[in-house]
């Protein structure tokens, strides 16, 4: 072969290292296909003392040629690729074979040919891995890239592939094992949604003219608040996470009339339904100043892999700083500024009541390691939280409703 016919091949195979799977990493990006297709190498490598009799190089080789055509087309999630994309990439995977010097233009055309029809037992070990390797890095990602229907997706995904040997039985077995126990860990920490709690009220610890309603909304089972006014009806929509149309709906049901948005930070599972909202109701949004721009980062919003309704940027009108009050008829909300897990994140501190978002969970605080974040500078906001005088009932931005006594001491 020659020199420019070698580096043109060098030159396309790269573009799998620029095109990004569905996939996240456990460090918290996207992997690329070519990541991918090693991956998958490295794991028929280390099965071939479960199939002595296999063509082991055989299967190596598919796996890492298997997602050539995505160097052209880039890649697809699987639960949105159609029988046409999949002929697409077929042809220009068959396309450029034919542009290749032989023999490897024969050879890559019956190695092909082969993984397509899926008769030989090297086809069907390396179909099987193939959808295991999707399985196994969703389950070292974190679960809140993952969108809804990927819980089941997890399970079920490979389960057919995967049947044609004992081995990869037993290899599915224990990587759903592994995606139940992720599950479970999540389910405990509260990011997996459960049943709505559609009007939860802590009267005894609040002023009686209080109310709140939390929904647990979007991909990252975000809570939002609506405050209301139990008299008047009025209300505050805390952080609009997503599914504008199930706010709505539960505003309508209990005849709320908003007055404000607030939004404890701008990071996305927040913000999601602000515009619809604000749009709707014709009502100011309110956020940090520090925090504020991010609402009009249109990109920076959008580029969470979890968003399926692209978020139209919002221009907040109310801009708060560290002591500034916000008014629900006769119920004052101070605002506290506590940087950490975003630099303005807030938090809205009521009577007997603190709308922490990220900054204060059951048991911890938010992640620190999306852009913008620093972990000396929450463990201040947590001290200065816990510094206050009394109780209070702490509603943060995910997982179960808590209290500041019970905070102080975990």
Known sequence: MNLDKYFEILHRAEQLKNNTRHSWTSSGRHESVAEHSWRLALMAYFMKDAFPGMDMNKVILMCLFHDMGEAFTGDIPAFQKTKEDSRREDDVTAEWIRTLPAPYDQELGR?????????????????????MEAVIQHNEADIRTWLPLEYDLQLNYGKEETDFSEVTK????????????????????????????????????????????????????????????????????????????????????????????????????HVLAAADLADH??????????????????????????????????????????????????????????????????????????????????????????????????????????????DYIIYPGHKEVTSLDKERRS
């Open 111 to 131: 190695l092909f040919d082969e993984m397509n029809k899926l008769e030989t037992e090297e086809a069907k070990l390396y179909k099987a891995l193939d959808k």
């Open 170 to 269: 037993n290899l599915k077995e224990y990587t759903d094992h592994d995606t139940r126990e992720k599950i479970r860990k999540a389910q405990s920490a509260g990011y997996v949604k459960e049943p709505v709690q559609e009007l939860t009220d802590h009267s005894a610890a609040k002023g009686e003219n209080m109310g709140v309603i939390r929904l647990v909304l979007g991909a990252c089972f975000t809570n939002c608040y609506i405050v209301y006014h139990k008299t008047t009806k009025r209300c505050m929509v805390i952080d609009p996470a997503d599914e504008a149309e199930k706010i709505t709906e539960c505003l309508e049901t209990n005849g709320l009339i908003p007055v404000y948005i607030a939004v404890t930070h701008g990071h996305t599972d």
């Open 281 to 390: 109701y014709h009502v100011p949004v309110a956020v940090s100043r520090i925090d504020a721009w991010r609402l009009m980062d249109e990109e920076l919003i959008n580029s969470r892999p979890y968003v399926t309704k692209p978020y139209r940027p919002v221009r907040p009108s109310v801009l708060l700083s560290d002591g500034d009050e916000l008014w629900l008829d006769d119920l004052r909300f101070t605002v506290m500024i506590l940087p950490g897990h975003t630099p303005g994140s807030m938090a809205l501190c009521t009577e007997g009541a603190i709308f922490t978002g990220d900054t204060m969970l059951a048991g911890g605080h938010g992640k620190t390691s999306l852009y913008g974040g620093d972990e000396t500078a929450i463990e201040e906001s947590l001290r200065r939280l816990k510094a206050l005088d009394g």
